[in-house]
């Protein structure tokens, strides 16, 4: 019966996905109603899969699927287990929230919410899949349907970002074909299993499957945005609604990381690593340089959504390194921290829509003084902001920790160092928005005073301030403030609160994923 | 393996000589080209590249049509033809989006160029 769930999941949100725009030929505001109702589905059928792995269930942990009927080689596979299962849960409960969050404000359209569920159909379809060659499509799925969601906004640079995302993505995607395709060569299947035995017998140190990794690595890196192929990412980002950029950025990035860990270690195995030395490091050096520059670049925006979308870079660099590492520790850090830089990014991004919509704060700079107008929203900011950050009780904490000690233990301390590095330069950029909205005052329209002020010195900042002299203009510009529903706060409350609460998660995620390292780690 | 010539690749190899030229021009005009319909065009040829690339690797010396009566063979391996079926339809789509921003990009500032849209952005 468990397995049934596999499909159920996918095809569920994709069928789903028709009625929005089938209804709304009659009926204007069909749309909400059905997304909530088949994404609550959704999460009650994910709930029911993370109960069904759980240790606790008594049943099988690994469930597996034959689509159509068709036996496994030669068909198409679904899988869920404890990696899968952690990663659907966290899909279908992102996904109410964001609908949840996006009731009043951002794109209301019925074609937004068929788009809303054709996106959470494809990502747990990559979350479920068990072919190679089917993830590719889910893939495509997942970037189709972004585009289409970032450019849902009026602004004409979202249509820009959207494209450009469009070209990169896509590239991306054709580079893991690529992949696929040396990989089909050199084994003939296309299922992970099954590919994972014959890559063993065809040997790791074949040209071909070194390329084929490589082109898999690559395409990968594109969609989860590592620097130097980050460039699409922030545009995307920044201009799409905000609705959709807490969607895309808790979730897409983040379950195209997903599906590298799960290529990188079920299918090539870590012995692939160990046999490739050069390509090992090369991860490696590329991840530690993601997480530098991504941080720096970070600090350096004045656009808060862009201050955020160059930390993702950085966060996912300390994934990659994870996923380099080989180490059992780093792995589960990593696991961990995609799901706790899904929840952190999408407090942070909804928290700033909030902002944005009540008081129109779009730079560091506006958001200054905005916690004493704000006290929840600012205060549930920090808190993922600190979280991000790295400070505890928070699943920030864990996920760093775990990957720091993964690198100790490994040996590396060039990553460790990485890792300590980034803490401190991430501890800059979001220290320097919460001394923005706790301390500074609401006076600095003047952008030179505002780009002073953000670099962080708190005694400079005061005599700018007094000095700025244009305090009353720029006091009653901040005035306005347009209302904002209550379910929007309650969100970001509930999301920020998790971040927190899921610091004592760790043996909880350790009982899920031992069995699937077990079978990684051998 | 080792003692393989640049004249035999391109002799005997012609084919995936043909998908890394194919794709490489594909993806330059996609990086080099202003024109964002030419992008979107170089794309395409990057992705049809691969399709072919797909093609080749189910060629057999002697192959015929996968249709299994009784015996018969060698037979072409299908498995790709179903793989690039997908994938062209997987690229229409992306083309069709592709082309969708591109117009509504051209309505809103009135242009193709990639480098002008720049420009008038960081204006915004």
Known sequence: MSDALLPLLIALPLLAGIFPLLLGLRFERAGWPVAMTASLTVAVLAGWLAWAVSPWSGGPQRFVHDLAGYPAPYGIELVGDGLSAILALLISVVAVAVLIYGRTTGPQTNAFYSGYLLLTGGLLGMALTGDLFNLFVFLEIVGLVSYALIASSDDGRAAYGALKYLFLGTTGASLYLIGVGYALVATGTLNMGDMATELAAVGYTDPLVQAAFGFILIGFMLKIAIFPLHTWQPDAYTYAPDTVSAFISALVSTTAAYALIRIAYDVFTVDFFAANPLITDAVLLVASVSIVVGSLLALLQTELKRVFAYSSVAQFGMILAAIGLQSETALFGAVIHLVGHGLMKATLFMGAGVLASAYGAQTVADYAGLAKRAPITSGMMAVAGLALVGIPPSIGTLGKWFIALGAVEEGSWGVAAVIFISTLLTLTYIGRLLETLYFNQPATTDDETGVVGDAGDATDDGSIVADGGDTERATAGIDDVAPVATERIVVVVVLALSTVALFGAAGLFAEFLDPVFGRFFQ | ?124
Request: hydrophobic residues 50%; glycine residues 8%; proline residues 3%.
């Open chain 2, 1 to 124: 393996m080792t003692d393989v010539t640049f004249i035999d690749v391109l002799t005997t190899r012609h084919a995936y000589v043909l998908f890394v030229l194919l794709s490489a021009i594909g993806l330059y005009m996609m990086i080099a080209n202003e024109n964002l319909v030419k992008k979107v065009i170089g794309l395409n040829m990057f992705q049809t590249g691969i399709f072919l690339f797909f093609i080749t690797s189910a060629y057999r010396v002697g192959g015929s049509t996968p249709i299994v009566k009784s015996g018969g063979g060698p037979y072409v391996s299908p498995l790709p033809h179903v793989i690039v079926l997908t994938a062209i339809v997987v690229g229409i789509s992306l083309t069709a989006v592709g082309l969708a921003l591109t117009l509504r990009l051209y309505a809103e500032y009135g242009t193709l160029r990639a480098s002008a849209l720049r420009e008038v952005i960081a204006d915004e």
